[in-house]
């Protein structure tokens, strides 16, 4: 008789809040409980103290792997502050991240070129041992599985635990707005490959996710809905731009921000939090429209 396959406890949402307004509910790291224990993103820098002060509240005191989606600031730049203090933790990220995490300058470089204010609110990356460092196309524990699905960034993994899929922003940005449905962003950064993006979505598709957590917001339940809406929300944009790719991300916003009925939900975020939506929707049509000029209109 074949044993029973072990059920994994409920990952665990860890919010975590830099030192800007508007972000008191935008970004999370999760713990999925062991064994092994697992920490999917921990965050950025300045929310380090706040990570471990949770951790050691739910009683955690080990985690065995840091799973890492992509290593964008709000998601990982705290990571080499994390390893230092968990010795026996091993960091798995995609192979293009593994030099960067090893000897971040570079990346912390790129990151205040693209992200201006907004890379010191988050705050500095420290190096990772490379001893430590396990690149996710030669990471295969039991009840793990990674998977590679660039598009958001060159170097964005999704991780399959048990029977939850951590899509990290494979699947854009979405909230939750109760009565008022969901709220969807693309995810766009420059620079854009919108190919790989739909390429990568195809390859989560198919493995018919029902529960999934998506980057900054939550769990939930229809994993495979949802990045069926995201594929065709980012076909819509690509309709869209398509007429005019020279016209400005600026001039773009509020027409995109009328014609998506997946942005309709802004107003139900507190002004502070519109404000940080605006600017990361500017970021995300920059991307769709450097793209869109990469391949002629």
Same mark, same amino acid.
């Given at each position: 008789?074949?044993?029973?396959?072990?059920?994994?406890?409920? *990952?665990?949402?860890?919010?975590?809040?830099?030192?800007?307004?508007? $972000?008191?509910?935008?970004?999370? !790291?999760? %713990?999925?409980?062991?064994? *092994? #224990?697992?920490?999917?993103?921990?965050?950025?820098?300045?929310?380090?103290?706040?990570? $471990?002060?949770?951790?050691?509240?739910? /009683?955690?005191?080990?985690?065995?792997?840091?799973? %890492?989606?992509?290593?964008?600031?709000?998601?990982?730049?705290?990571?080499?502050?994390?390893?230092? &203090?968990?010795?026996?933790?091993?960091?798995?990220?995609?192979?293009?991240?593994? #030099?960067?995490?090893?000897?971040?300058?570079?990346?912390?470089?790129?990151?205040?070129?693209?992200?201006?204010?907004?890379?010191?609110?988050?705050?500095?990356?420290?190096?990772? =041992? +490379?001893?430590?460092?396990?690149?996710?196309? &030669?990471?295969?524990?039991?009840?793990?599985?990674?998977?590679?699905?660039?598009?958001?960034?060159?170097?964005?993994?999704? $991780? #399959?635990?048990?029977?939850?899929?951590?899509?990290?922003?494979?699947?854009?940005?979405?909230?939750?707005?109760? !009565?008022?449905?969901?709220?969807?962003?693309?995810?766009?950064?420059?620079? $854009?490959?919108?190919? &790989?993006?739909?390429?990568?979505?195809?390859?989560?598709?198919?493995?018919?996710?029902?529960?999934?957590?998506?980057?900054?917001?939550?769990?939930?339940?229809? /994993?495979?809905?949802?990045?069926?809406?995201?594929?065709?929300?980012?076909?819509?944009?690509?309709?869209?731009?398509?007429?005019?790719?020279?016209? *400005?991300?600026?001039?773009?916003?509020?027409?995109?921000?009328?014609?998506?009925?997946?942005?309709?939900?802004?107003?139900?975020?507190? =002004?502070?939090?519109?404000?940080?939506?605006?600017?990361?929707?500017?970021?995300?049509?920059?991307?769709?429209?450097?793209?869109? +000029?990469?391949?002629?209109?």
């Amino acid at each position: 008789m074949t044993a029973p396959r072990a059920v994994r406890p409920d *990952p665990i949402r860890i919010p975590l809040v830099p030192p800007q307004p508007g $972000f008191e509910d935008f970004i999370s !790291a999760w %713990l999925v409980p062991g064994p *092994p #224990a697992c920490l999917v993103d921990p965050g950025p820098a300045t929310t380090v103290e706040a990570l $471990f002060a949770a951790l050691f509240g739910l /009683g955690v005191r080990r985690i065995d792997y840091c799973l %890492l989606t992509h290593i964008h600031l709000d998601h990982a730049g705290g990571i080499g502050q994390v390893a230092r &203090r968990l010795p026996e933790a091993q960091v798995v990220c995609h192979p293009k991240a593994v #030099a960067h995490l090893a000897d971040p300058a570079r990346l912390w470089e790129g990151s205040r070129k693209v992200l201006g204010a907004l890379a010191d609110v988050y705050g500095p990356v420290e190096a990772v =041992p +490379a001893e430590r460092l396990i690149p996710a196309d &030669r990471f295969a524990p039991e009840g793990i599985a990674p998977l590679l699905t660039p598009g958001h960034a060159p170097h964005h993994v999704s $991780f #399959a635990v048990g029977e939850v899929l951590f899509a990290g922003e494979a699947c854009g940005v979405v909230f939750d707005l109760g !009565a008022r449905g969901l709220y969807m962003r693309p995810a766009t950064p420059p620079v $854009f490959a919108l190919d &790989r993006a739909l390429e990568s979505l195809e390859r989560l598709i198919a493995l018919r996710p029902g529960r999934m957590v998506v980057g900054h917001s939550g769990l939930y339940e229809d /994993g495979a809905g949802l990045l069926r809406r995201h594929r065709e929300q980012l076909l819509a944009w690509e309709r869209l731009v398509a007429q005019d790719p020279g016209r *400005p991300a600026a001039a773009w916003a509020e027409e995109i921000l009328g014609r998506d009925p997946l942005l309709s939900g802004l107003a139900a975020f507190s =002004p502070a939090a519109q404000e940080r939506e605006r600017y990361f929707l500017g970021n995300s049509l920059a991307g769709f429209l450097g793209w869109a +000029a990469s391949r002629g209109g």
